[in-house]
């Protein structure tokens, strides 16, 4: 065969998703009682462990999250300033007073663990993948972090701020983190950290999905 037939022919079969599909004895973690607004880091915890990792979703929390304070200014500009929501967990996850964090602090979290355990897996970010990729990546047996809402409901009206670079970052009361482990041509299923394994319509899941800028992660 020639090379170019290879290449069409790969390119042919790694589109062919199946219609449904589930990672079977996926690891649940819950969130609570301990990380009341660690839902990012405990979805994290989880993907982990799908790996054979030990990886405890406190020690995640304490040890390996990078977080920081809710400190907010206005600056000179008239603009409202505060901390990176992309780079750090804002507020403390260990109480009701914490915030959310993006995929820039959960890929730093997953890779400090990942290098601490010698391993060469390493979390990357795959923001902005359409959903049918996510199916895909699922298929393959590789779960996908993803920023979602609270039991898939419509996103609440977001607050934000400006970060020193210049960067607009917004947060909703209902913002969650999740995982994907499922899904068929109606339904996803979702690792939960507040509600476990759980399934949700894939049209709710892919609005909510989209409402949170397509942001996810994968570890491999």
Same mark, same amino acid.
């Given at each position: 065969m020639e090379e170019t037939e290879k290449t069409a022919s790969f390119s042919s079969?790694?589109?062919?998703?199946p219609q449904e599909f589930v990672i079977e004895d996926f690891p649940i973690?819950?969130?609570?009682?301990?990380?009341? @607004? %660690?839902?990012?880091?405990?979805? /994290?915890?989880?993907a982990l462990q799908y790996y054979g990792f030990p990886a405890d979703k406190t020690v995640m929390a304490s040890r390996y999250l990078p977080t920081a304070s809710y400190d907010l200014y206005r600056g000179s500009d008239g603009r409202l300033y505060g901390p990176d929501l992309n780079r750090f967990f804002v507020g403390n996850?260990?109480?009701?007073?914490?915030?959310?964090?993006?995929?820039?602090a959960i890929i730093q979290a997953a890779n400090d663990y990942l290098s601490d355990q010698g391993s060469d897996l390493r979390?990357?970010?795959? @923001? %902005?993948?359409?959903?049918?990729? /996510?199916?895909r990546m699922v298929s393959e047996?590789?779960?996908?972090?993803?920023?979602?809402?609270?039991?898939?409901?419509?996103?609440n009206t977001p607050e934000g701020w400006y970060t020193e670079s210049g960067d607009y970052v917004d947060w909703s009361t209902n913002d969650h983190g999740a995982?994907?482990?499922g899904y068929t041509p109606e339904s996803v299923v979702i690792a939960d950290p507040i509600a476990g394994r759980v399934t949700y319509s894939r049209e709710a899941f892919e609005s909510v999905f989209a409402s949170r800028g397509n942001q996810c992660v994968v570890i491999q």
């Open positions: 079969a790694r589109r062919e998703v973690v819950l969130q609570m009682p301990e990380l009341p @607004t %660690g839902c990012e880091v405990t979805a /994290l915890t989880m996850p260990f109480s009701g007073a914490g915030y959310i964090c993006g995929t820039e979390a990357v970010d795959k @923001t %902005g993948s359409a959903p049918e990729e /996510l199916y047996g590789t779960p996908v972090v993803v920023w979602v809402t609270i039991s898939m409901a419509r996103r995982v994907l482990v």
